[in-house]
């Protein structure tokens, strides 16, 4: 399987800033990125995605950056709350290999102080 | 029910023991996935259903682990002769169709083999 690679692997910001994690991946044919956030004692769940023919996706306090070039893909949490504090993972995948599962990294865990 | 449901949600067990462990999709969808979570190691895809087609197994990490979906909705993996690196949180999604993208898991199994 083709690795996405993610980073941080923690994070802690103060309420009201802004959370950065960043994903690299090395798979050309991935066309689907999405993000999911994981409470404890819950399974992930999704948050925001984004195909790689727009550079950015913003949905509330929530944006994915793309860099089709680089192979890169962030997600920032604008106006960061306590309540945002969770695990994220990014993912990829090529719809071309319809219903193959989901490449994830290895996870950050977000720590939003009050 | 709503959303993907897995039981049981704590599993502890001895090394050696076989495990069973289940998961009941979300009504009328038609692809069901297997990961399995370990600490700081993101999520590992294990096993894909999609509806009568023969399962992707191509995640199963050895020949100990085995899953089955019976009519097309609940879902079984077995972990026969656990090892002590087979305890993780084992999660469950699914999603609509063969081309669905977003992916909707249960809150997991922990597992714990001692």
């Known amino acids: 399987q083709q690795q996405v690679k993610q980073s941080p692997q923690s994070l802690i910001v103060q309420k009201g800033g802004i959370s950065i994690i960043n994903c690299a991946y090395e798979?050309?044919?991935?066309?689907?990125f999405p993000w999911y956030q994981q409470f404890p004692g819950k399974g992930p769940a999704l948050l925001i995605a984004?195909?790689?023919?727009?550079s950015e996706k913003k949905e509330g306090r929530f944006t994915i950056s793309f860099n089709k070039s680089a192979k890169q893909f962030s997600l920032h949490i604008m106006d960061s709350q306590p309540g945002d504090s969770a695990t994220y993972f990014c993912?990829?995948?090529?719809?071309?290999?319809?219903?193959?599962?989901?490449?994830f990294g290895k996870g950050t865990t977000l720590s939003v102080s009050s | 029910g709503a959303g993907v449901s897995q039981s049981p949600s704590n599993k502890v067990t001895e090394k050696g023991k076989d495990v069973e462990l289940r998961c009941d999709p979300i009504?009328?969808?038609?692809?069901l996935y297997w990961y399995r979570q370990s600490l700081g190691q993101g999520l590992e895809f294990l096993i894909y259903?999609?509806?009568?087609?023969?399962?992707?197994k191509s995640g199963l990490p050895s020949d100990r682990f085995s899953a089955e979906r019976t009519g097309g909705s609940v879902s079984t993996l077995t972990i026969q002769r656990t090892q002590q690196e087979d305890s993780a949180v084992y999660l469950c999604?699914?999603?609509?169709?063969?081309?669905?993208?977003?992916?909707?898991f249960g809150p997991g199994t922990r597992l714990l083999v001692l």
């Open positions: 999604a699914s999603t609509m169709n063969l081309n669905g993208e977003t992916q909707y």
């Open positions: 798979n050309t044919a991935f066309d689907y």
């Open positions: 984004i195909r790689p023919d727009v």
């Open positions: 993912a990829a995948r090529s719809s071309h290999q319809a219903g193959t599962a989901l490449i």
């Open positions: 009504s009328g969808h038609t692809a």
């Open positions: 259903f999609q509806g009568n087609s023969a399962p992707d």
